[in-house]
């Protein structure tokens, strides 16, 4: 391939427009990271970001896909502007991996001192870290042979996991744990945990996880070495040796909880809770968790800040090509993730650039205005947690619209404001 063929494109693509702008804080990562950039000689980093995340953005599913929507959008391009194999080795490219995972560190920083802390005023969180987690599954690529256990090889038949770790307080994914053989996601979630940087290795941290993720002796360990608790929903065939009352206090925080137990459990030598929740709407919820401090009510708070999040995750399933794997190599798969981490990070970064992350929650609080007053009981949430909903992390369709059919245009104040602002205030 002839380096000038894909310089006149990305010119094009980033001079003084809306993709421009939005790979400012990625580019400007790039010159603190650790990795040495004269082996990326045939795609620099800077245009393998850009080509990532501008493929994510616009959903597509296979690259040569994007050539050709890219080579009929800009005329200036008389050639394809990449082969499939140069993208191929750079998506495969373990050192590539560890500068995107530079630039998401970057971006995670830049966006929790830039955007809300949705988690903000939660009475006995303070500044923990609370995270959450979520399994997905993701097809093979079409170059993937795969070999399930059934055929004698060791590939999951549902295809790759990816298990999503999730900043709560932030409204991102933060980090992502690729697996492509048949395992259960909890030698996963271990496995995840035992590398370096791990999320589930910050001390103090919250974690609000599904019923999937319950293993007593895991968290125990977790509780006594790092401080570590859990919260999840209670399972019926779980075993409980014993329990005692615990006196709930008369606090706002409190409303709708029925009761709050100190548990053991067969399967722990340690104190855990079981707390019964009734919604407004008169359901019944039991969570379990190994936290002993924080009010029963704050921990139902969690794990139903926990679902909400699961909107934020439609995006990342079914918005952005995250569907199908780019490449067949775990690397590659890997390279994928980490480039969809950094386009949401960046959209995030965009959005409160632009002072846009109040008007981004002015539909779903009409939303939620509405079903407060609704003749079927409103929502299930409780009254003390609206004021903590006004940040919602879901950003709907038609805003996604914006930055893939817009990407190219001029950078402008007066388009932000005539197109993309009346998108985040209303559905059109």
């Known amino acids: 391939m002839k380096s000038n063929r894909l310089a006149p494109l990305i010119r094009l693509l980033t001079q003084d427009t809306v993709l421009g702008e939005l790979l400012v804080p990625a580019i400007n990562a790039l010159d603190y990271s650790r990795a040495h950039f004269a082996i990326f000689r045939a795609i620099s980093m800077g245009d393998f970001i850009t080509l990532g995340v501008l493929r994510h953005l616009k959903g597509t599913q296979s690259l040569r896909a994007l050539v050709q929507e890219l080579a009929h959008e800009v005329d200036e391009v008389e050639h394809p502007p990449m082969a499939r194999s140069t993208w191929g080795d750079a998506l ?51 170059h993937y042979a795969r070999k ?194 950094i386009t949401q990070l960046l959209l995030a970064l965009f959005l409160a650039k632009h002072d846009c992350g109040g008007d981004a929650d002015k539909k779903s609080l009409d939303k939620q205005a509405q079903r407060e007053g609704g003749t079927d009981g409103g929502t299930d949430r409780a009254k003390w947690t609206q004021e903590i909903y006004r940040h919602t992390s879901r950003l709907s369709r038609q805003v996604l619209r914006f930055f893939r059919y817009c990407y190219a245009k001029r950078a402008s104040s007066w388009l932000y404001e005539h197109q993309l602002r009346p998108l985040l205030m209303r559905y059109l």
């Open 148 to 341: 399930t256990p059934a055929e004698g090889g060791e590939d999951n038949d549902k295809g790759h996991c990816l298990l999503s770790f999730y900043d709560v307080r932030m409204g991102c994914v933060a980090d992502v744990a690729v697996e492509t053989r048949s395992r259960h996601e909890i030698p996963i979630m271990k496995d995840y945990d035992k590398t370096g940087g791990a999320l589930t290795q910050v001390k103090g941290a919250l974690w609000v996880v599904d019923r999937a993720f319950i293993d007593a002796q895991f968290w125990d360990a977790k509780k006594r070495k790092l401080g570590v608790t859990m919260i999840t929903r209670m399972k019926s065939n779980l075993s409980i040796d014993s329990n005692e009352h615990r006196e709930v206090a008369k606090r706002g925080c409190n409303e709708g909880v029925v009761s709050d137990q100190q548990i053991t459990l067969k399967s722990s030598g340690e104190f855990w809770r079981l707390i019964r929740y009734r919604s407004r709407r008169g359901g019944e919820v039991e969570f379990l968790s190994n936290d002993m401090v924080l009010e029963p009510g704050v921990i139902a708070f969690a794990y139903a800040r926990r679902w909400d999040e699961e909107k934020a995750f439609d995006v990342w399933k079914n918005d952005w090509s995250m569907g199908k794997a780019w490449g067949k190599s775990q690397i590659s798969i890997t390279n994928q993730v980490m480039l969809a981490v």
């Open 92 to 142: 495969g490219s373990r050192p590539r991996l560890n500068v995107l995972r530079d630039v998401r560190d970057s971006l995670l920083s830049a966006v929790a001192r830039s955007c809300p802390d949705r988690l903000s005023g939660i009475d006995g969180l303070g500044t923990r870290a609370v995270y959450a987690m979520d399994g997905s599954y993701q097809k093979e690529s079409a």
